[in-house]
């Protein structure tokens, strides 16, 4: 979770706190890697992000609807593969009442 919140700052330079991360699942990436997902509630939050290190060109919202198309279509892997992520999310966000 450390990790996270640091990587979100040096990736987008924004600050989060260890409260606000909602663990959602882990992808097994390969053999010596996984991946953790988690969920930030961005409401209120400013849009504008900073990218300094050169690894983020752009940050793009998607509607919630979209997300599917956008793993099939766009994401790069682990992620384009995580389908039983994506479902996972899905539960959860219904779970905190955030889907209806």
Do not use: H
Not at 34 to 47: C, F, N, S
Not at 62 to 88: G, V
Request: hydrophobic fraction near 45%; glycine fraction near 4%.
């Amino acid at each position: 979770m450390e990790a996270s919140i640091r990587e979100v700052k040096e990736e987008i330079g924004a600050k989060i706190e260890m409260g606000e991360l909602k663990f959602v699942t882990s992808v097994l990436v390969d053999q010596n890697t996984m991946a953790w997902m988690y969920l930030v509630d961005w409401t209120g939050r400013p849009d504008k992000f900073i990218f300094d290190d050169g690894e983020v060109s752009k940050v793009k919202w998607i509607k919630y609807d979209e997300m599917e198309n956008f793993r099939k279509t766009f994401a790069r892997e682990p992620l384009r593969r995580a389908d039983l992520s994506f479902l996972q999310l899905d539960v959860w966000l219904r779970a905190w009442g955030l889907l209806n």
